[in-house]
């Protein structure tokens, strides 16, 4: 698959079926097990335009959806201007290594520069050597670990 042949767009209420299936691809690549109250509850906030929750889709030629991306914009306390988190990126695993990924992140970096956004950051699990191939050519790591307690 060329680069050509993708576009990255904003989620469209037809993407549903495909966007569920890759965002469960995505939570189990983390070893959760999907929840559909959770999923269900997302999908409801990445098409409310008051919610800080937006999705990207890549797709394919025929605008079936290969990749995904569930963003949050919030507030910062070191910045002045919000700042993106690009929590959820997943590519169909038969597609990986074609560039999608690069895109997706690429498409949030034009739009962060357009709306004025302070950064863009996104986290992944240390093991994720294939994906730190591609981040690392974004910033280097930086340094920082995660710590999180789930209170549910």
């Known amino acids: 698959m060329s680069l050509t042949s993708v576009t990255i ?3 469209r209420t037809a993407d ?3 966007w569920r299936e890759l965002f469960d691809g995505y939570v189990r690549f983390y070893e ?3 929840s559909e109250p959770i999923t269900r509850h997302l999908w409801q906030r990445l098409h409310d335009p008051a ?3 937006f999705a990207i889709v ?3 030629a025929n605008d079936v959806v290969i990749g995904i991306a569930n963003c949050l914009i919030h507030e910062n306390t070191t910045q002045l201007a919000p700042v993106c988190y690009l929590q959820d990126l997943f590519v169909d695993p038969e ?3 074609g560039g999608v990924g690069q895109q997706l992140i690429d498409w949030l970096l034009a739009k962060a520069k357009r709306e004025g956004w302070s950064r863009l950051y996104w986290h992944t699990k240390e093991t994720n ?3 730190r191939i591609l981040y690392d050519k974004y910033a280097p790591h930086s340094g920082f670990l995660k ?3 789930d209170i549910r």
């Open 9 to 11: 767009r904003p989620l």
């Open 16 to 18: 549903e079926p495909r």
């Open 95 to 97: 597609r990986r290594r």
């Open 58 to 60: 890549a797709v394919d």
């Open 129 to 131: 050597y294939l994906a």
């Open 51 to 53: 919610s800080s929750v």
């Open 147 to 149: 710590y999180s307690i």
């Open 32 to 34: 959760r097990a999907p």
